[in-house]
C-alpha cells in the first residue's frame, strides 16, 4: 500500500508547459489513494483546463479566491486547513518568487501563505527554462525558499519544450509520485547507510556465452527503494537486470561474482546495514577464453572446469564491523523445500544475525513474495504480498534491530 493511501493533498498548478504532466501525477495521486484537490492560476489556465483536472481528481477545481462555493468566502483558509501537504506542480519561476516574498494576489499563493507552517508541508516541483533556472535569482530563490523550510524537489535534464537542452524540466509524474511517497515515509533509518546487492549475476564462458539464472533484481530494488525512502543513505550493487533505479538510491552496475565482491568491498566500509539479496553464482568457469569458442564440426564438447566464487555475505560478514556490531548483515537464501530449516541453517553458516528465506520457484521474477525472516530466537513470517510491500515491513524490521 503506498504512503498516499488515505491522505489529502492540495495539487497547485501554475502556468508552464509542463502542467499537461500534472494530469498524469494528478490520476497517479488518485490511484495512489490520496484524495486530490486541485487549485489553478491562471496562467496554469492557459495550459490546461479547470475540466480535465477536476475530471482525473473527481472534485470540482478552484482557481479564484472568490469562490463564491466557499460559505465563508475564504477558500484559501478552508483548502490549506484540510491539507496534509500542497505540492505545487509545475512551479513556475515567478511562482517560487511570489512564495518566496509571501506574495498573495490569487488562490494558490495565497493558500500557501495561508497553510499552517507546522501542519502542513509545502512540496514544490520547479519547471522552466534551462537559462530561467540557472538565474542567479531563480537559484537564490530556491535556497531561501528551502531556507523557510519548504520542500523544492529537483529538477529534471534533457530536452525542453523551448527547444533548448538543460536543467530545469519538471519531474516526471511518476518521479513525483516517488518523492512523495518518500516524503509520507518514516524516516526509520535516517543517518544510516544501507549496501544492497541484487540480481543474478553473469559469469562468462567466452565473450558471447556465460551462465546466470532467473533472479529478476526485483527484491532488491524494492528493498534498496525502501531504505532510500526511510531516509538511508542507498547504494545499490546491482547483476545484470533491466530495472530502473530507484530515485536517490546509488547504482553501481556489475556482472560477474567477483566483481560484485570488488564493489561491495569498496561500499561496505561506510555501510551500517549490508542486505545481501544478490543470486550469487557458486561457481564460474575456471578460465573464460578470449575468444568465441566453436563448433568444429566432430560433434565434441567443450570441457568446461569450475572455480568456486567468493562468498560475498559470509566475507562481510566475518568483518571486524560486522562482528563488532557496527555493520548490521542481512542474508537471502532461496529453498525449494523445508525453508525453515534452511534458513535456520544458513543463517549459521553464513554468520549473519538476520536471515530472510523464501521460495525460490515462487519468487524469481515475480512482482510478489513471501518471506520468513530468521534470527537466533526464532522465526516470523512476513505473509504473502508484493515484493515493494514486503521491503518496507523488512526495513522496518531491520530498523528496530538497529541499536
Ligand atoms: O549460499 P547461498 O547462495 O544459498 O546463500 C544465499 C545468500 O548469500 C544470499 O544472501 C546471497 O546474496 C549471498 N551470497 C553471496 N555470495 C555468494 C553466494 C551467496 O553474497 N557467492
Redesign the pocket.
Known amino acids: 500500500m503506498s504512503t498516499l493511501a488515505g491522505k489529502h493533498l492540495v495539487l497547485g498548478l501554475s502556468g508552464g508547459i509542463a502542467a499537461y504532466k500534472s494530469a498524469e501525477l494528478c490520476r497517479a495521486l488518485v490511484k495512489a489513494g490520496a484524495t486530490v484537490q486541485v487549485v489553478m492560476t491562471q496562467a496554469a489556465e492557459q495550459f490546461m483546463t479547470a475540466v480535465t483536472l477536476q475530471a482525473l481528481s473527481g472534485r470540482p477545481v478552484y482557481t479564484s479566491q472568490w469562490d463564491p462555493r466557499e460559505a465563508n468566502n475564504m477558500a484559501h483558509i478552508n483548502l490549506s486547513r484540510e491539507a496534509d501537504a500542497i505540492v505545487v506542480a509545475p512551479a513556475s519561476a515567478d511562482f517560487m518568487s511570489k512564495l518566496l516574498h509571501g506574495g498573495a494576489d490569487e488562490l494558490l499563493s495565497l493558500m500557501c501563505l495561508a497553510r499552517p507552517l507546522d501542519s502542513v508541508p509545502l512540496i514544490v516541483a520547479p519547471a522552466m527554462n534551462r537559462e530561467m533556472w540557472s538565474n542567479p535569482a531563480t537559484q537564490r530563490n530556491v535556497a531561501q525558499l528551502r531556507a523557510d523550510g519548504v520542500h523544492v524537489l529537483d529538477v529534471g535534464q534533457g530536452d525542453q519544450a523551448c527547444g533548448e537542452t538543460g536543467d530545469g524540466r519538471m519531474l516526471e509524474a511518476e518521479e513525483i509520485l516517488q518523492e512523495l511517497e518518500a516524503f509520507f515515509t518514516p524516516k526509520l533509518l535516517a543517518g544510516k547507510s544501507v549496501l544492497v546487492?541484487a540480481g543474478p549475476?553473469y559469469e562468462a564462458i567466452d565473450p558471447v556465452r556465460g551462465i546466470t539464472n532467473l533472479s529478476s533484481g526485483k527484491m532488491g530494488f524494492a528493498i534498496a527503494r525502501a531504505a532510500q525512502m526511510a531516509g538511508a543513505q542507498v547504494t545499490l550493487v546491482a547483476g545484470p537486470v533491466h530495472l530502473p533505479t530507484p530515485r536517490g538510491v546509488g547504482r553501481v552496475n556489475v556482472q560477474s561474482?567477483q566483481q560484485?565482491?570488488h564493489a561491495?568491498m569498496q561500499h561496505v566500509e561506510r555501510a551500517h546495514v549490508f542486505?545481501?539479496?544478490?543470486?550469487?553464482?557458486?561457481w564460474r568457469p575456471a578460465q573464460a577464453a578470449d575468444q568465441k569458442i566453436k563448433k568444429d564440426g566432430s560433434g565434441q564438447t567443450p570441457q568446461l572446469a569450475f572455480v568456486?566464487?567468493?562468498?560475498?555475505?559470509?566475507?562481510?560478514a566475518q568483518s571486524s564491523r560486522a562482528l563488532s556490531g557496527q555493520l548490521f548483515c542481512?542474508?537471502?537464501?532461496?529453498?525449494s523445500h523445508d525453508l525453515l530449516a534452511h534458513a535456520t541453517a544458513?543463517r549459521q553458516?553464513?554468520g549473519?544475525p538476520l536471515?530472510?528465506g523464501n521460495i525460490g520457484p515462487a519468487t524469481f521474477g515475480q512482482d510478489d513474495n513471501a518471506l520468513l525472516l530468521v534470527d537466533e530466537k526464532g522465526a516470523r513470517e512476513l505473509p504473502h504480498a508484493s515484493k515493494q510491500a514486503l521491503a518496507f515491513d523488512l526495513v522496518a524490521d531491520i530498523a528496530r534491530r538497529l541499536t
Open positions: 546487492t549475476t561474482a560484485m565482491q561491495v542486505i545481501a539479496t544478490a543470486a550469487v553464482a557458486d568456486e566464487n567468493p562468498d560475498i555475505l559470509a566475507t562481510v542481512v542474508g537471502f537464501a532461496a529453498e544458513k553458516r553464513k549473519v536471515l530472510v
